[in-house]
Nanobody, 127 residues
Framework: QVQLVESGGGLVQAGGSLRLSCATSGRTFSSYAMGWFRQAPGKEREFVAA????????TYADPVKGRFTISRNNAKKTVYLQMNSLKPEDTAVYYC????????????????????WGQGTQVTVSS
């Protein structure tokens, strides 16, 4: 089992930036893909971005392509989400998640593929 702790959320004006971090412990971090999901009020949780075990492959949801960047530091067992050009519709609770599949490098990331989740961090973008 892996433990995940997100940080870096907050209130920002539209057009601004935030960097989310997710520190992990309890499992070989470098063997598994990591992802970010978000859930806005009244909406279902949705996929945002994922990065494969080595960091060599990334996948993004269409609404965040070109604005968000996911990265990882395997030595620090941490995954990041750099969010630029933020929009009010990016307002949500953002969750870090760890993939169940060891050494996965494909491009499909479904919510059920992730077995461990953080507690979430609130991101609010004001207009």
């Amino acid at each position: 089992q892996v433990q995940l702790v997100e940080s870096g959320g907050g209130l920002v004006q539209a057009g601004g930036s935030l960097r989310l971090s997710c520190a992990t412990s309890g499992r070989t971090f470098s063997s598994y893909a990591m992802g970010w999901f978000r859930q806005a009020p009244g909406k279902e949780r949705e996929f945002v971005a994922a990065i494969n075990w080595s960091g060599g492959s990334t996948t993004y949801a269409d609404p965040v392509k070109g604005r968000f960047t996911i990265s990882r530091n395997n030595a620090k067992k941490t995954v990041y989400l750099q969010m630029n050009s933020l929009k009010p519709e990016d307002t949500a609770v953002y969750y870090c998640a760890a993939d169940r599949r060891i050494y996965y490098s494909g491009s499909y990331y479904g919510e059920r593929d992730f077995g461990s989740w953080g507690q979430g961090t609130q991101v609010t973008v004001s207009s």
